[in-house]
């Protein structure tokens, strides 16, 4: 990233063209499609990643209020029903919580 920061400097934009225009929105999709083709990862399409990271921070324990302003919605309710997942390690974590709670 630092790199391409050094090609871009004044940039804002995730993704753009050589000559700093923007990209085909396609173009992003089929380079993720070409990294996952010959690899064993699930096909995800690039919002999927907004929804990852957003069950990421929650689960790193940033309270729902972060996670909501970081992904800049106006609603709580947006985040919370859409956008956060409960991973695995999350409730893996439940019992273990619950049975710190009740001292077993």
Do not use: C
């Given at each position: 990233m630092?790199?391409?920061?050094?090609?871009?400097p004044?940039?804002?934009?995730?993704?753009?063209?050589?000559?700093?225009?923007?990209?085909?929105p396609?173009?992003?999709?089929?380079?993720?499609l070409s990294?996952?083709?010959?690899?064993?990862?699930?096909?995800?399409?690039?919002?999927g990643?907004r929804?990852?990271?957003a069950?990421?921070?929650?689960?790193?324990?940033?309270?729902?209020?972060?996670?909501?302003?970081r992904l800049?919605?106006?609603?709580?309710?947006?985040?919370?029903?859409?956008?956060i997942?409960?991973?695995?390690?999350a409730?893996?974590?439940?019992?273990?919580?619950?049975?710190?709670?009740?001292d077993?």
């Amino acid at each position: 990233m630092d790199e391409l920061h050094k090609t871009y400097p004044k940039s804002k934009k995730i993704f753009e063209s050589e000559n700093g225009g923007f990209l085909s929105p396609a173009k992003p999709r089929n380079w993720l499609l070409s990294i996952i083709k010959d690899s064993k990862l699930e096909p995800i399409k690039i919002h999927g990643f907004r929804h990852t990271h957003a069950s990421l921070i929650f689960d790193a324990g940033m309270t729902l209020k972060q996670a909501q302003q970081r992904l800049g919605h106006s609603d709580l309710n947006t985040t919370m029903n859409v956008y956060i997942h409960i991973t695995e390690k999350a409730v893996d974590d439940i019992g273990e919580r619950f049975s710190n709670y009740i001292d077993f």
